[in-house]
């Protein structure tokens, strides 16, 4: 990251490129479950198999991601990144034409190895090409591309699979992947990040990442993961067992969190760039949202009053990953953005992994409060590893 101010035009491009990237990552992470019910009747399996087809996605990638960190610093961001969305769109090209339901898994698994180097390659790019008084909005582009991704592909997989089926559906944006990813290596110029030799190498890059702030990374996006996966995934299904609320009332307050989430992400890059208390903004926000989280699972309330605290506790969740991002930064030595990176960011899948398993355990058992229990530990929990990470923080870093 260069502490000389940079031509603002430069720091847009680059942004837009790594933003582009990350939509693409996380629309790929969603266009196959949209397709279920088509793919489930045509290739004559159940959703149970379909959902494998996702476990091997995610396993792929959390145990890819980091390795692929330490890839990135070795090789450079620039040439790792058009590779993963090149890795995901002919993935999809392939699970498009697959004969039957076995040529999906493998198709998963080279996805899995795509996705496994945005964030790595992304922050990278990010850390070392962007304005130091800019990183923190930078960083929150960064993460509304990605939820805009998630936004996207539903609608554009079931609107392809209407007109062409989804087996063509697959194939165009698997083609549309491979585009992106050929114009994304035309701009390494762009993107070129110049490599800072690590201060260690081989088993010192593994004692580095074991250290206790990185460890204290990885803590806080585990139980910010468990949070954030059981809000966006269990929402419609658990508010109609707690709130007066019919099922599409559900889906359409989940939505607004989500819209909320980014707002407050957009604000929270300018929190970020504005003051180097990270670790406050993020306490005082998991706080604020996890107390409400609270509200929603044991107080009977209005809908219309129940929406307005839902936009807020998106909002506020949103406006703490900026800051979460500068917080990983801080704790980087010089030279290991990538390995840091991919490393904590693993946490994400780690969290994926355990958020749905409790969660359907609780609602199983008829447990729906507890659930918003479990949510709203997983974001106060959060706020003691974010004070960890910026208490034992490198100075020099921070």
């Known amino acids: ?18 933003g582009a990237a990350h939509f693409s ?15 489930r009747s045509d290739l004559n399996v159940s959703f149970t198999e379909l959902g494998a087809v996702m476990a091997v996605f995610f396993a792929v990638s ?32 392939l699970a498009g034409v697959a004969p039957g339901y076995w040529g999906l898994l493998p198709a998963a698994a080279l996805a899995g190895m795509g996705n496994s180097v945005f964030h790595p390659a992304d922050y990278a ?14 960083y929150s582009v960064h993460t509304v591309l990605g939820t805009l991704g998630w936004a996207s592909a539903p609608v ?21 992947g491979l585009v992106l990813a050929a114009y994304v290596a035309l701009q390494q110029r762009t993107l070129k990040v110049e490599r800072v030799a690590p201060s260690g190498s081989g088993k010192s890059d593994w004692r580095m990442l074991l250290t206790a702030p990185i460890i204290a990374c990885l803590v806080y996006f585990v139980l910010l993961s468990i949070a954030q996966i059981g809000s966006q995934n269990f929402l419609p299904s658990l508010l109609p067992l707690v709130q007066d609320v019919s099922l599409a009332a559900a889906a359409r307050a989940t939505t607004l969190y989500l819209v909320c989430s980014a707002i407050g992400a957009l604000a929270g890059g ?37 929406l307005v605290l839902l936009g807020v506790a998106g909002f506020l969740t949103g406006a703490t990953l900026p800051s979460r991002d500068m917080l990983v930064r801080s704790a980087t030595p010089p030279g290991a953005t990538g390995k ?27 447990r729906p409060h507890e659930a918003f229990g479990f949510i709203a530990f997983g974001l106060l929990a959060t706020i003691a590893s974010a004070v960890a990470v910026k208490s034992r923080a490198r100075p020099k870093a921070a």
């Open 156 to 176: 554009t997989m079931l609107t392809l699979a209407e007109r062409f089926g989804w087996r063509m559906a697959l194939v165009q944006v698997g083609l549309g």
């Open 1 to 18: 990251m260069t502490d000389a101010v940079a031509p603002l035009g430069r720091d847009i491009r680059v942004m837009s490129l790594v």
């Open 270 to 306: 300018y929190l970020a760039d504005w003051t180097p208390n990270h670790e406050r903004i993020v306490g005082v926000g998991l706080l604020a949202a996890g107390a409400l989280t609270l509200v929603f699972g044991f107080q009977p309330l209005p809908l219309a009053v129940l």
């Open 62 to 93: 959390g145990v890819c991601q980091v390795l692929a960190g330490f890839v990135v610093d070795r090789i450079g961001p620039q040439v790792v990144l058009p590779l993963g969305i090149a890795f995901c769109g002919g993935a999809m090209a």
């Open 340 to 366: 840091v990176f991919g490393f904590v960011y693993s946490g994400l899948d780690i969290g994926a992994t355990i958020a749905p398993l409790a969660l359907g355990a609780f609602i199983d058992h008829g």
């Open 125 to 138: 790019i990010l850390t070392g090409r962007i304005t130091r008084s800019r990183i923190g909005r930078a």
């Open 25 to 39: 990552s996380h629309f790929f992470q969603l266009v196959l479950p949209p397709l279920f019910p088509l793919m």
